[in-house]
């Protein structure tokens, strides 16, 4: 008897280190489902930078900006660095992130506002061409990729610059359900402090700063929904003009410029404006910073709230950095250009992406991207059903992010049939591996460069490539004509001799002028605008 019971207990405690042991695996593969559901539908924080350059951020080579958030940002994820926005001004660039398509398929081809066909005239420019009529607001019939997250089960937020229509065509039309300082206007309207002219973004502490601001609102956003899904879009108005910082931080980056050596001289001529050689004004390092420290207010509520490690983050730029026209705030050398460009400068951007649980921190991809790829890319790892009719001008780059070769070889196409502020010509553009063909508007004229060794696109190489220019320059035409492109006209009224009058005056008055400028917000003297020159960060 006795000993049936001590085979009785030995029986229980097996048959209970049995049941604790299948109790446990249960355990550990309800935490690894678990894991795997939380990677099946990560957050997303988007963050978007107005005129941004390639070289403007210290990871991107920048000697004077201080960006220390974004640095780590892609740092923490993969670079790319052959990454492009679909457009070389705000608009375009942005309608194709939201779109999934390329500038001249969904046609916002300029920024909207601009003027085009005869209007044009009244900017006394005297150019050969009357721009291409363009469309003005996103098209409602498009899929945002806001409207498919919003779908697929996510909260969605928007703050800062919208850019992509009046009343009916805000963010919150578009598939977003909070909206934070969207509106049509593209530029920061009474400036970078508190109070400003915003009718979406309430003005609470004077002296406020608008990029924090907008930092502060999403990171915001992020703990309030730290227990659901969301997709959250932070599209910051820096660092476009008009230019303004804290007295600080102007004086610390003054005296950062002098300590580097001031040169003599910061400007050449382009074709059309000068443009800026050399990185030293201390009010656009300034904005740069503060946009930087706003970054960083995320990034930290990320952390705070447990959500980095299931948190995909975006960062990128619409067009390149603002090397001429506006507030000729920074340069974009080595690449030739800058906003509004048709070369590398005005259209090359800052492309990271951080998937934190794929542990590529520090990695880069020479696969040539561009801003139609982010939308299916978070339709991809958001396990959302990808809507190809729509992100059609996009491929998802998760097999290069999870470190898998793209064996892709596809042409990437820009259309600008406008004259940019920054004295851009009326142009498009395609881009098939290391070959980018420019075609001219005015003339019919066409350039041809080799990126891989000429990224400066210092060397036309079309009379020694002439089949290579004929075969790029019959399928960018081909694209063109199938999408249904708009294109600019002759203007009858063109006058070479007041033209040659007015780029006379650029090259006598202009030109000098913003050389004194530029030593003007460099001594250690300088005076700004009363309406910035006191303003503070009040928030932390």
């Not at 003005?203 to 703990?223: C, P, Q, W, Y």
Request: with cysteine; hydrophobic share 35%.
């Amino acid at each position: 008897m006795q000993n049936k019971n001590i085979i009785g207990m030995r029986f229980s405690k097996i048959l209970s280190v049995i049941v604790g042991c299948f109790t446990l695996g249960l355990l550990i593969v309800g935490c690894q489902q678990q894991s795997e559901n939380l990677i099946q539908k990560p957050n997303v924080v988007f963050i978007l930078v107005d005129d941004l350059g390639l070289v403007d951020l210290g990871i991107t080579g920048s000697k004077y900006y201080e960006t220390p958030n974004i640095d780590k940002l892609a740092k923490d994820g993969m670079v790319f660095t052959q990454g492009y926005a679909a457009s070389r001004v705000c608009s375009p660039s942005r309608a194709s992130i939201m779109t999934g398509k390329f500038t001249a398929r969904h046609g916002i081809t300029d920024w909207i506002g601009a003027a085009s066909g005869t209007a044009w005239r009244s900017h006394n420019r005297h150019d050969k061409l009357l721009p291409a009529e363009y469309v003005h607001s996103l098209p409602a019939n498009d899929v945002t990729i806001a409207e498919a997250m919003k779908k697929g089960g996510y909260k969605t937020f928007f703050a800062g610059k919208w850019h992509l229509g009046s009343e009916g065509s805000y963010p919150e039309d578009h598939g977003f359900d909070i909206n934070k300082g969207g509106w049509d206007k593209g530029s920061p309207m009474g400036g970078y402090f508190s109070p400003w002219d915003n009718p979406v973004l309430p003005n609470t502490v004077d002296g406020e700063n608008l990029s924090m601001r907008l930092g502060v609102e999403t990171a915001e956003f992020i703990k309030q929904h730290k227990d659901s899904t969301f997709f959250a879009f932070l599209s910051f108005y820096a660092v476009h003009g008009p230019i303004q910082t804290t007295q600080e931080k102007w004086k610390k980056y003054r005296d950062k410029a002098e300590a580097l050596g001031i040169a003599e001289n910061g400007y050449k001529m382009e074709r059309v404006l000068p443009i800026r050689q050399v990185q030293d004004n201390p009010i656009y390092a300034g904005l740069v910073e503060s946009m930087d420290d706003a970054v960083g207010v995320v990034l930290q509520a990320l952390k705070d709230t447990g959500l980095e490690d299931n948190t995909i983050v975006i960062f990128t730029s619409d067009n390149g950095g603002v090397a001429s026209g506006d507030s000729f705030s920074t340069s974009n050398l080595p690449l030739r250009g800058g906003k509004g460009y048709q070369w590398e400068g005005g259209i090359r951007e800052p492309y990271f992406i951080k998937v934190p649980w794929l542990k590529n921190g520090g990695s880069e991809s020479d696969f040539p991207v561009i801003g139609t790829d982010f939308y299916p890319t978070v339709l991809d790892f958001a396990n959302i059903d990808a809507i190809s009719e729509q992100h059609i001008d996009g491929i998802s780059l998760k097999p290069i992010l999870e470190g898998k070769k793209m064996d892709v070889v596809r042409p990437l196409f820009w259309h600008y049939p406008h004259y940019g502020n920054q004295g851009g010509n009326p142009s498009s553009i395609i881009r098939e591996e290391n070959w980018k063909l420019i075609h001219y508007w005015e003339d019919g004229s066409e350039e041809l460069y080799n990126l891989a060794n000429d990224a400066a696109e210092q060397s036309n190489v079309i009379e020694q490539y002439p089949e290579i220019a004929k075969k790029l320059s019959k399928k960018l035409h081909g694209w063109l004509s199938e999408v249904g492109a708009n294109m600019p006209t002759k203007d009858p009224e063109y006058n070479a001799e007041l033209a040659q009058k007015r780029h006379n005056r650029i090259v006598n008055e202009s030109w000098p002028a913003l050389e004194a400028q530029r030593l003007e917000f460099l001594a250690k003297d300088f005076e700004p605008n009363e309406d910035w020159w006191g303003s503070k960060v009040t928030r932390d």
